[in-house]
């Protein structure tokens, strides 16, 4: 049995206080493993709306964000994370770091069977995890670092890094950490049917592909006490008015919003509100090195559309108040974030222009930017009227089919966008920073920004100093333009009690409970 302590107890792995179990840890101890002949005591229906379809069951090809209720229904993930981000035990009970955050081991448990039949074994484990990083999911740099696979034995599995990756467990409690029974793996209804070890069991014959998912409690689960109900129907609601009909019609239980927008109609249905921030949103101003758009190429012309930004304003305009304005991209919770960096570029148009003049645009500057039909109209009219008013003009181009590939490829300098708010600072980086990063999409990389990040990678105090020093130059040379911390809304009807997940727009399934 492998050694585990709490997150808190080791500082050399991540950038938060949440980190992991090494071999660096001091005294035994070992994870609770639940009974499940004692589980929870079941409680009806649990009717779930979601704002998104499934777009595949297989577990190598998954997406998270949304999507992932479908998969915490039948599948079980190598290890989980708390609503607060705490890593914990799952299919992996117990787990341990080489001296050199090199290696990972991972205990897995002998006491679980897939919905099949089949047992759980290290090779099925280490079988998924090479699928994961072969497969067709958009997340499979998750286990970008993971250079080899090894099954030590029958319940040990070992990973091997190229470099220490100090968000690989946060990783393996996502869709990298998802395990399905090896009879899909070639099987032809694969796409339609999961056959996994989680807490249900998706009923075919009583879901509508495209429309409703019905499942049913898996009576070997090895976690029983996570199963709070008698069934489980995910609805799915094509747009906002769709939901919005469901609620007043109390056809869910609980939900997430399109949008905070509809938060007095959900008040107004009876659902109660449950928020937690997940998303920031602003511009993201990608041609740090001027190559398309000269102008943005002069830190100071960067910093002047940050000081150009209304954000109370903004935040009122397009979200009604709901949210939290903001300057840095980082996490609330993380080592990066400082308070005091949302004050760094306080609303000042003047200050605006005068920083443009220094830069050599008395006039003004011009930049253009993406629209698509995704986003209303009335948003990016906004947005332009704001910057205007410190002489930065906005024109925009109609997006076409290929949006998300133009955005991506670098056919814009700088373009409105929202991006999750990881738990860990390095998570960060490798979404928007590093330059291998998809949303750093000229990939432009820093002498300055490598520094830290090298000493992000290795943890510790050092580390934590690091990811708030990388914050601090992030803001000072104005990478982004945040606007705003979006509020992820969850509603749930009188006798449903949910606790948002940090960063994530939907919660644990295991955290939606009877009230």
Sequence with gaps: ???????????????????????SDSGDSTSATPDSTTGAEQAGELRIG???DISTWIAADAVWGNEATYYMAVYDSLLRTSATNEVEPGLAEAWEYNDDLTELTLDIRDDVTFTDGTALDAQVVADNLVRFQEGASADKGLLGAVEEISVVD????????SAPDPALLISLSLNAGLVASPSTFDAEDA????????PYVLDSDASTIGATYVFTPNEEYWAAEDQHWDSVTINYYADASALLNALRDNQVD???????TQIPDAEAAGYTINTEPVNWKGIILADRWGMNNEALGDVRVRQAVNYALDREGLLQGLEDGYGEVTTQIFNTEGDAFDAALDDAYPYDPEMAKSLLAEAGYADGVTIVMPQTGFVPASEYELIAGVLAESNI????EQ???????DLLGGTWSAFNFGLNQEPLAWQTY?????????WNVYHQADETVEALAARIRLGGEDGAAAAQELNAYMVEEAWFAPFYRVLGVIVTADGFAVTNKSGQAVSNLWDITPA
């Design 430 to 438: 490798n979404q928007a920073i590093a330059p291998g990063a998809a």
């Design 50 to 52: 979601s704002v998104v």
């Design 393 to 396: 003009f906005i024109e925009y």
């Design 154 to 161: 029958e319940d040990t599995v070992a990973l091997s890094l």
């Design 1 to 23: 049995m492998l050694r585990k302590t709490q997150l808190a107890a080791l500082a050399g792995m991540a950038t938060l206080a949440l980190a992991a179990c090494t071999s």
């Design 399 to 405: 997006a076409g089919e290929s949006f998300f590939g």
């Design 191 to 198: 796409q339609t049917t999961p056959v996994g070890t989680g």
């Design 254 to 260: 609980v939900a997430n919003l399109n949008s905070v």
